[in-house]
């Protein structure tokens, strides 16, 4: 069983940075897509940022610019850096990592709480 574990979050004022971490267990990181997703109070989940394997990057509209999303492969960690932040922003981040390529599950962590505010 793969497991994940994002840390990071907290409360932070509008037009401020964050940095999400996520740790996974999974042995081999490197051959598999990662992503970070969001759920804000009342909407559906939805993808903010992924990275892909050989290292692409796609974001959604509304953090292009602002957010940066990474990998370190040897540590097993995904990171996003987030900058500029709005109070739209805010949300319960989840990590997540696709084996689906190779058959396997998508593996999702419990999720970090980012909350914008003055």
């Known amino acids: 069983q793969v497991q994940l574990v994002e840390f990071g979050g907290g409360l932070v004022q509008p037009g401020g940075s964050l940095r999400l971490s996520c740790a996974t267990s999974e042995t081999i990181v490197s051959i598999h897509n990662m992503g970070w997703y969001r759920q804000a109070p009342g909407k559906q989940r939805e993808l903010v940022a992924l990275?892909?394997?050989?290292?692409?990057?796609n974001y959604a509209d509304s953090v292009k610019g602002r957010f940066t999303i990474s990998r370190d492969n040897a540590k097993k960690m995904v990171y996003l850096q987030m900058s500029s932040l709005k109070p739209e922003d805010t949300a319960v981040y989840y990590c997540n990592l696709d084996k689906s390529r190779y058959g396997g599950m998508v593996y999702w962590g419990k999720g970090t709480l980012v909350t914008v505010s003055s």
């Open positions: 990275i892909t394997s050989g290292g692409s990057t």
